[in-house]
């Protein structure tokens, strides 16, 4: 390739994604991310994936910030430890990933003031309301009012994430509604057993499902594209899926992918512009 190619059309747009710490049964620990999340950024976003290791404090955010073009946060089995939103504490059954709040919390509000575009799916649309200073509901179908919002496990994986289960309406004049403004109800799928009870400040609802429960915020003063959606659309990128199945899905992680490109852009012609500057110096 020719060395005077501009950068921007070289290269792809570094998306981090974040991962999970888990250990195996009787296996040594491991950090954790679900190839569909991968292939989202990959496929749907058109950028380079980079993995996040839960490492916590020892990741050095302004470091790592400065590199990202984007941050898509995953979905995870386990759930927000409720210190972090003086929560009550957790029924014995609920499965929990200190090391990933410990790196994804405050890694979201670096990621925010920055200016990174960040998309949070499932856990990381509970975790961008958390880190902002919101709070949860860790079990919605206990709460009255609301439909259960969990999964069907005794069905295939693909049953349950292809499954539309319940509408959720777009509000008018929002970053959703911008994205996709075909239709104002859209059916989605459902794989959650937590959800938003109080929104965190700063932030705007984009999608309401049909019981009153919030599905998808975005962030109002964010410097770029940041929004959170409570289901699955990185499903539509799943490696056994075709590319034609869900539009709507597939709408956000080109719009998502957009911006990503967009900072990539900017971030290289500063960093052009500053190599330029200096052998004008020399």
């Given at each position: 390739?020719?060395?005077?190619?501009?950068?921007?059309?070289?290269?792809?747009?570094?998306?981090?994604?974040?991962?999970?710490?888990?250990?195996?049964?009787?296996?040594?620990?491991?950090?954790?991310?679900?190839?569909?999340?991968?292939?989202?950024?990959?496929?749907?976003?058109?950028?380079?994936?980079?993995?996040?290791?839960?490492?916590?404090?020892?990741?050095?955010?302004?470091?790592?910030?400065?590199?990202?073009?984007?941050?898509?946060?995953?979905?995870?089995?386990?759930?927000?430890?409720?210190?972090?939103?003086?929560?009550?504490?957790?029924?014995?059954?609920?499965?929990?990933?200190?090391?990933?709040?410990?790196?994804?919390?405050?890694?979201?509000?670096?990621?925010?003031?920055?200016g990174v575009?960040?998309?949070?799916?499932?856990?990381?649309?509970?975790?961008?309301?958390?880190?902002?200073?919101?709070?949860?509901?860790?079990?919605?179908?206990?709460?009255?009012?609301?439909?259960?919002?969990?999964?069907?496990?005794?069905?295939?994986?693909?049953?349950?994430?292809?499954?539309?289960?319940?509408?959720?309406?777009?509000?008018?004049?929002?970053?959703?509604?911008?994205?996709?403004?075909?239709?104002?109800?859209?059916?989605?799928?459902?794989?959650?057993?937590?959800?938003?009870?109080?929104?965190?400040?700063?932030?705007?609802?984009?999608?309401?499902?049909?019981?009153?429960?919030?599905?998808?915020?975005?962030v109002q003063?964010?410097?770029?594209?940041?929004?959170?959606?409570?289901?699955?659309?990185?499903?539509?990128?799943?490696?056994?899926?075709?590319?034609?199945?869900?539009?709507f899905y597939?709408?956000?992680?080109?719009?998502?992918?957009?911006?990503?490109?967009?900072?990539?852009?900017?971030?290289?012609?500063?960093?052009?512009?500053?190599?330029?500057?200096?052998?004008?110096?020399?």
């Amino acid at each position: 390739m020719s060395s005077d190619l501009p950068l921007s059309c070289a290269t792809l747009p570094l998306i981090g994604v974040n991962a999970c710490s888990q250990r195996l049964p009787e296996k040594h620990p491991f950090f954790i991310v679900g190839e569909k999340y991968v292939r989202a950024v990959s496929e749907g976003a058109g950028g380079m994936p980079l993995v996040i290791p839960a490492l916590g404090d020892q990741i050095p955010l302004p470091q790592l910030v400065a590199q990202l073009d984007g941050l898509l946060l995953t979905g995870s089995p386990s759930n927000i430890e409720p210190h972090h939103y003086d929560g009550e504490p957790s029924a014995p059954d609920s499965e929990h990933d200190p090391s990933r709040d410990a790196t994804t919390l405050p890694l979201v509000r670096a990621a925010v003031a920055a200016g990174v575009p960040v998309l949070g799916i499932c856990r990381g649309f509970q975790e961008m309301n958390v880190a902002l200073g919101g709070t949860l509901h860790q079990k919605v179908h206990e709460v009255p009012g609301y439909r259960d919002h969990r999964e069907d496990k005794t069905t295939s994986i693909n049953d349950q994430y292809n499954t539309l289960a319940h509408p959720v309406t777009l509000q008018p004049g929002g970053l959703l509604a911008s994205i996709w403004p075909h239709e104002a109800d859209v059916m989605v799928n459902s794989l959650h057993g937590q959800g938003v009870r109080d929104l965190a400040p700063g932030l705007q609802v984009e999608a309401i499902a049909d019981d009153g429960l919030i599905e998808a915020f975005s962030v109002q003063q964010a410097k770029r594209f940041a929004l959170a959606v409570q289901w699955h659309p990185e499903w539509q990128w799943h490696p056994d899926k075709g590319v034609g199945e869900f539009p709507f899905y597939r709408a956000i992680l080109k719009a998502f992918g957009d911006a990503c490109r967009e900072r990539h852009a900017q971030r290289l012609a500063t960093q052009q512009s500053g190599k330029q500057t200096t052998v004008g110096m020399l």
